[in-house]
DNA sequence: AAGTCAATATTTGCATGCAAAATAGATATT
DNA sequence: AATATCTATTTTGCATGCAAATATTGACTT
């Protein structure tokens, strides 16, 4: 069971597999002692792990013990937008104060790499890619705090950038949702290099919205998308 | 030493104390066994606190051993704007949709005692208002999501809607911002209740920005502003 | 059947011990 | 003087023990 070399790694990262892996539940009341046990590590480390998976959001620290986080369809579209405000900002900030050569490269590198893989239908490659250029625009913001508040809202794991819970079920869905995605990223470059920061903010913002078509459709599906364990139905 | 019943409370709060009233400068190596002595607990909480002020952006974790943070004046003015455009957004939200008749009260009433606080020159019950009133705005979007993101950028110490430090220093430039502010205030009520979600959504960001006039004046005045502790001078 | 309360069993909060890692100090080497 | 090497000291990671807090059971009452 265990993972990792030390203990702390071993809790969180296990503690946070198990959560959004759906193996455990929305609802579902975690008993430290018993994590410990199944892990085989002592309590300590465990304890650390509830405390920082609490901070990240994915947890709710009631007195006495920790409860896994469910959210409303409301709740995931509000952090997907979230995610789309916070990117916004980044990009506007970007067109405002220029991209330096370097940054703008690496985004038109990263879009041209991207468009071979769709060449390719190599869907698989995409998704991580699609989190690459994402993280790409944030930095070229050049802002530490717009970065790390940005990258924290993917922490969620229907509300990143790289979340295509319909990968699965609809790959028609998918297929289109990307090829719309890529021709977003295309506008989304362009402006920022023409230092259009209000345009980009708003075409940033609503490249987010492109996730609230897909968890829609995948909630529909019913397929047991492990990206939406932690969504409660109405 | 010991302020709180139990342990975990009391290292958290005291931790942070010591942090935002510039106790322990930014730079500072924290030494938990040292902590846990001074506040006569064991390391097993200290570390806790640790872990929690990391997530809180306040310490930087490097292996082994933390460090507290310090902030560049454009980090600062990034932090204010973050928190004005979460703000905006939970704004927008509420235009939107519509604040509710209690909501709107709500903010009507703050905006009636405040008016009645600056006819007292009662600044500093201004200042606990004033976050209060932004507290009101948030909650009027009725989405968790933004509650909480907005009032987690509330931590930075410089950065809270309640971080006036120039309190102290320029008591003519704090009661005329907090005027400008009252006037920002009235606008954005006003606002909400009439749907207009792009013009709120301009008016808060804009509004966390009187915020910046205040930081420069307070760094220009070189007094010690605990608020601005962790500012790092260039 | 549902509520109350005591008795019991779990579970947590937190201190502490100890091996391993990191840091600082001292001494030698270039 | 700067660098490297070894040693002593401090500090951390993590397991564990124990009292106090919480949850659970079940008998008893209404």
Do not use: C, W
């Not at 947890?59 to 409301?74: A, C, H, N, P, Y």
């Not at 998704?127 to 930095?139: C, G, I, Q, Y």
């Not at 259009?196 to 998308?225: C, D, I, P």
């Amino acid at each position: 069971m265990r993972m990792s070399v030390n203990a702390r790694q071993t809790a969180l990262y296990e503690l946070r597999r198990r959560i959004i892996s759906g193996e455990l539940q929305g609802g579902d009341k975690l008993r430290a002692s018993h994590l410990a046990e199944d892990m085989v590590i002592s309590r300590t480390p465990i304890s650390e792990a509830l405390l920082k998976l609490e901070a990240e959001g994915l947890l709710i620290g009631d007195k006495s013990g920790f409860t896994v986080r469910s959210f409303s369809v409301q709740e995931v579209f509000d952090a997907i937008d979230l995610r789309g405000l916070l990117e916004a900002a980044a990009a506007e900030r970007a067109a405002e104060i220029g991209a330096t050569e370097d940054h703008l490269q690496r985004l038109k590198d990263l879009l041209d790499e991207m468009d071979g893989i769709l060449e390719d239908k190599n869907l698989d490659a995409y998704e991580t890619l699609n989190e690459t250029f994402h993280v790409a625009v944030l930095h070229a913001s050049r802002s530490p705090i717009l970065i790390e508040e940005a990258m924290r809202s993917y922490r969620l794991p229907f509300a990143g950038p790289s979340a295509f819970p319909i990968k699965e079920t609809d790959h028609n869905r998918f297929h289109s949702s990307i090829l719309t995605g890529q021709e977003h990223h295309r506008l989304i470059v362009e402006a920022i290099e023409a230092r259009q920061s209000a345009r980009v903010f708003s075409l940033m913002r609503e490249h987010a919205r492109v996730a609230h078509g897909n968890v829609e459709a995948a909630l529909n599906a019913r397929h047991a998308t492990p990206q939406l364990a932690l969504v409660k139905d109405a």
